[in-house]
């Protein structure tokens, strides 16, 4: 069973930076796509950002684009989530996923973390 354990979450005021990680506990076809994505109350889940770990191709929604950066360490089996230049509407439950292959859609992703809180004030 792949297993997903997400860390990094926290409170943070506007224009602040937090990072998170994800560890794969199985690097197969079958988590060969990597995503992130966020879940705010009464909200719709979300697409944040996304990498394949061949050949490292990333993919970002237009709200976190030149604020967030998605990478992956292929020895450690980890995923990070640099995000940078925090905004309120920003807070939101952040999950890490995993499917074959990369997709924007969550329900594609047959592997999912615990999520992390993240929480930006004003």
């Known amino acids: 069973q792949v297993q997903l354990v997400e860390s990094g979450g926290g409170l943070v005021q506007a224009g602040g930076s937090l990072r998170l990680s994800c560890v794969v506990s199985?690097?197969?076809?079958?988590?060969?796509?990597m995503g992130w994505f966020c879940q705010a109350p009464g909200k719709e889940r979300e697409f944040v950002a996304g990498?394949?770990?061949?050949?490292?191709?990333?993919y970002y929604a237009d709200s976190v684009k030149g604020r967030f950066t998605i990478s992956r360490d292929n020895a450690k089996s980890t995923v990070s989530l640099q995000m940078n230049n925090l905004k309120p509407e920003d807070t939101a439950v952040y999950y890490c996923?995993?499917?074959?292959?990369?997709?924007?859609?969550?329900?594609?992703?047959?592997?999912w973390g615990q999520g992390t809180q993240v929480t930006v004030s004003s």
């Open positions: 996923a995993a499917g074959p292959p990369f997709s924007f859609r969550g329900q594609d992703y047959p592997y």
């Open positions: 199985a690097r197969t076809f079958a988590t060969s796509g």
């Open positions: 990498i394949t770990w061949n050949i490292g191709s990333t």
